[in-house]
């Protein structure tokens, strides 16, 4: 291992990346971060916690101790007189930030802020990065000390770090999103026609299956791929306490927030019941069309097959494409199949 410290710190930082990429999920992932973030970075204590648009702190924690009921509401309510919260509330700016940047040592001490939580936990200097942002909050990571205060090295290294850890934090989050919404589709049956959408954090679409995307243009008419529709986009905003079901000729679409994401809607389900009675109209003729299309025969051959004209072969698969609303010969036979019109296994 070489003395060069320049070397010793990018190594570390490379051991911290590859520790949070590896991360278990959301749940452990604050408790990662501190644990790798002090080994690059000393410190006394690692804060990851959320706060609002006010500045107040809504979740997380402190390591390696928590603060005691009696410190945590005393931060809670000082913490938006807190420069460094104060200086990100009020601008747009998301650099690595010092205590040391607003107040002094003395003003530290004539704060209200310092006689009610920082000087029994022996706090005196902190350097903050925010590594995470949504509509209504903020991620902040909070590094503190008793003894020097954080330098040059310290603030280089956590402004190259802090993007990683914000795209890291999303990566764990939606992985650990994708895994929770694989696993309610393998509940829902092979048959079934669900959808999966997932936002980021500004509620652009992240993620969306093909079947999610041609359900809602289907129900909720031409929009840009790349966010919800309006009507889907207001009802979300709304906080939803149940599903938003919407109605047409083909059937009833139900979208309901991921159980898991109810307080801050992220995960999206969509679910199509499709209307019985169409498919059962099917005529005779029509179901022997519908046979050969799931056989793959092209028209020239179930033609000669029937002893009818490719047009005649056309006006079925039309009748066909209608009455199972559906737009493709792939379609028209996968739709059988889901509604017993046809056994694919016989086929095969």
Known sequence: ???DPRIRDVSNVLELVEALQSCAGPEAFPAELAA???GVIGCDHVSVGEIDNAGRWIGGDTYPDSPTLEEHLALRRLLPSHPIVSHYLQTADRSVRSLSDFWSQRELRRSTLYGQYYRARDIRYQIAAVVGARRDARTALVLSRSGLDFG???RVLLEVLRPHISRLGEY???RSRIACVLERLDHVGKNARLGIVLLDHTGSIEFVTGMASTAMARYFGRHDGSRLPDRLAAWLAGRPSGPLNVTSQRGVLTIAPHEQAASSPDALLLRERLHPGPASSLTR???EVLWMLATGMPN????RSLGIAIPTVK???TGIYRKLAVGSRTEAVTEAARRGLIDLQQIE
Do not use: H, L, N
Request: overall charge positive.
């Open 300 to 303: 020239k051959s179930i033609a």
């Open 285 to 287: 003729r029509e179901r």
């Open 152 to 154: 040059p090295r310290e």
């Open 172 to 174: 764990v989050t939606a």
């Open 1 to 3: 291992m070489t003395d």
């Open 315 to 317: 006006t079925y698969t």
């Open 36 to 38: 790798g973030i002090s």
